[in-house]
């Protein structure tokens, strides 16, 4: 679990285009590192498209946003053409990524228990430090706050 901050641990993302990211390579710039259980379904569906509807007011304050899940990078392609995405999408197939960042939780659901991602957001100013999570997210406004908070730093 990283608490506010500690440093960005290093990791790697295959994103949706076929590139990789080394996270700790973007240090320099804000970043902000939203988690989100599967691509293509409601929530999900809706905080890509509000992130995606600020991308350019993140880019004038110099803010890069990265929506990370455990889908692949060709079913991320085809979630952002769906939905025109002008996000960066990260795949994190084997987990490791989502665990790094204790995003990796138990859930339930009708009463079962499961393993799954938990949905939340990391920014981290452009030193790697992380300056603000949020845990458990609810996807209406968030990425107003979200906005707002890498604003202020």
């Known amino acids: 679990m990283l608490n506010e901050g500690d ?10 285009d076929g590139s990789t990211v080394n996270l700790a390579g973007l240090e320099g710039r804000a970043l902000v590192l939203y988690f989100y259980p599967k691509a293509d379904t409601p929530g999900c569906t809706n905080e890509a498209k509000d992130f995606s509807a600020l991308a350019s007011d993140f880019d004038a304050i110099g803010v890069r946003v990265i929506g990370v899940s455990k889908d692949s990078p060709k079913k991320l392609a085809k979630f ?7 996000l960066l999408l990260g795949s994190d197939e084997h987990g490791h990524v989502t ?4 995003a990796w939780v138990e859930k339930s659901m009708y009463g ?42």
Not at 7 to 16: E, H, V
Not at 80 to 86: G, I, P, R, V
Not at 99 to 102: H, K
Request: aromatic share 10%; net charge positive; proline share 2%.
């Open 7 to 16: 440093r960005m641990p290093a990791a790697t993302l295959m994103m949706s």
């Open 80 to 86: 952002a053409d769906k939905y025109s995405l002008n």
């Open 99 to 102: 665990e790094d960042f204790g």
């Open 112 to 153: 079962k228990t499961y393993m799954g991602i938990e949905r939340c957001t990391f920014l981290f100013n452009g030193d790697g430090t992380l300056v603000r999570q949020w845990r458990k997210v609810k996807v209406k406004g968030h990425a107003d706050e979200v906005l707002a908070a890498a604003r202020a730093i």
